[in-house]
């Protein structure tokens, strides 16, 4: 056997699972588990509401089965595009965010007092979704070129980003959307962190961040009662803690095995928002202790391969895959975070949704490019592993 035959029965044989084309199938399962759970449980929550509202009792589910097809479709053609044009882009994207939240603020759509919402036919855009992938793009980027200079200088380094992301955030307040504000913060925190940012001036932003945030609530009267309503929601029942003691009480009804899928109360227009930020509420309602486990476990397995990408992208030195990928998996671990735990009670009601899960096709969009960033740097990752076993394998 000639040493090109040795080397293609190698390709063939030994690195099988590692072509060109490959990808991580588990990523995948996962990613479309979550969406489907998402549409069974927004069917079941948002009955009674569409009936009302439309009189077409599947009006949100067949919305929200377009959008997860949008999604999808979406996807497949993001998946395809190269890392280095995400990276090299990550500017015009960025922009385009900018433009998009300027926009909101004279011609969008305001819902229960918030304009966050850019109307485009029969559907409504949110741009404060594209801004949180943008804004983790041009920082992947951005530590890409700039490592040394965070690592080293404040101003030099530190605190460029720092400006990018109060601007944004200065868009976003005036919607308000102080939910997506802290996402995009402490997302952009954990990338400073992992690129080597010096731990004093973490302190000081960090000091800044909690500072603003009281100020922010202070100042404003439906945040103030937002937190008084987390605080002790039984002492208003009816008024600012209604819609919490209504999601408390759909936990407690769901037990350990849940009432049965279709089976809940609290969405028959007890609770408000049953089928887009507590759709987790009705969740645990009709699937209980058992569901909930169940469909954190998926999410969280899709976070923990995200970092496991970042990790092997490191180890590949494609740094802005790795950043990349790090912070999707601290993007879609926080927000989950904060919407399990408004729902639960834990945390101030922020109006953020529960990834791939959430009736809302921004959200949807946006996370499921996101997912197919992850599958794209898992991609090139294992294309570099492959071809570096071809190249030792010719150099023996």
């Known amino acids: 056997m000639t040493k090109r035959q040795w080397t293609r029965a190698v390709q063939h044989w030994l690195l099988k699972p590692l072509p060109e084309t490959s990808y991580d199938r588990q990523l995948v399962w996962i990613a479309l588990g979550l969406m489907l759970t998402g549409l069974v449980m927004v069917t079941s929550a948002s009955f009674p509401v569409a009936a009302r509202l439309t009189g077409d009792p599947f009006y949100f589910m067949e919305r929200h ?49 918030a304009s966050r919402w850019i109307p485009l036919g029969p559907i409504n855009f949110q741009p404060a979704e594209l801004a949180k992938l943008a804004l983790f793009i041009f920082m ?81 009267p439906y945040r103030m009662r937002r937190i008084t309503a987390f605080l002790d929601p039984w002492e208003d029942p009816f008024g600012s803690g209604y819609q919490l003691t209504q999601s408390l009480m759909a936990f407690g009804r769901g037990d350990w095995l849940g009432q049965g899928l279709g089976n809940s109360i609290q969405k028959l227009e007890y609770l408000p928002e049953a089928h887009t930020d507590f759709v987790f509420s009705v969740l645990g309602e009709e699937l209980g202790f058992i569901g909930v486990v169940m469909v954190l476990v998926l999410i969280f397995s899709l976070v923990l391969k995200a970092l496991l990408i970042a990790r092997r992208a490191f180890d590949k030195n494609e ?77 023996m």
């Open 140 to 220: 992947s980027g951005y530590l890409v070129r700039k490592q040394a200079e965070v690592r080293t200088t404040f101003f030099g380094g530190f605190f460029k980003p720092i400006v990018v992301f109060l601007s944004l955030a200065l868009l976003l307040l005036l919607q308000p959307d102080l939910g997506t504000v802290v996402v995009m913060v402490v997302t952009l925190f954990g990338l400073l962190f992992i690129a080597g940012a010096k731990l004093t001036q973490f302190i000081g932003l960090m000091v800044a961040g909690v500072a603003a945030l009281i100020a922010l609530i202070v100042i404003s």
């Open 319 to 395: 740094l802005f895959g790795a950043y990349l990928a790090f912070a999707i998996g601290v993007w879609f671990a926080f927000q989950t975070l904060v919407n399990v735990g408004a729902a639960a009670g834990m945390m101030p009601t922020k109006g953020l949704t529960l990834p791939l899960i959430s009736y809302g096709g921004s959200s949807l969009i946006i996370m499921a490019i996101a997912v197919a960033i992850l599958l794209r740097i898992d991609h090139e990752c294992r294309r570099a592993q492959f071809n570096q076993a071809v190249t030792n394998q010719d150099q």
């Open 65 to 113: 089965g377009i959008f997860l097809l949008l999604s999808l479709a979406t996807a497949a053609v993001c998946v395809q595009v190269p890392l280095h044009q995400w990276s090299r882009y990550g500017y015009h994207l960025l922009g385009l965010s900018v433009i998009l939240l300027l926009a909101v603020l004279f011609v969008g759509k305001s819902v229960n007092g």
